[in-house]
């Protein structure tokens, strides 16, 4: 049997589009989202954070898209589309 080409949405496509960028090394060193001493912070898109769960740090929730974000820029950041960062008007 002849193998299909992946559909689009399929975890594949994803993760090979985020591996050729570099990125998924990014997401896949990112942690549980656990702080271990009081000064961390965590970004959490799980709404169980409640004081002590996610250890002493601090605790922030966010979107799934928002927490992707800030694991790539490295602190805590807005999601922005790509298309967004450019004028639909610029040559």
Known sequence: MASRAPIF????????????????????????????????????????????????????LASPLTVAASVIEGKIAAYCPRDARVPHNAA
Do not use: C, H, W
């Open 9 to 60: 949405g399929t975890i594949d496509l994803y993760r090979n589009r985020l591996e050729s960028q570099g990125i998924l090394s990014d997401l896949d060193n990112a942690g549980p989202g656990v702080s271990r001493t009081k000064d961390e912070v965590t970004i959490s898109a799980i709404n169980r954070n409640f004081p002590g769960r996610s250890g002493p740090g601090q605790m922030y």
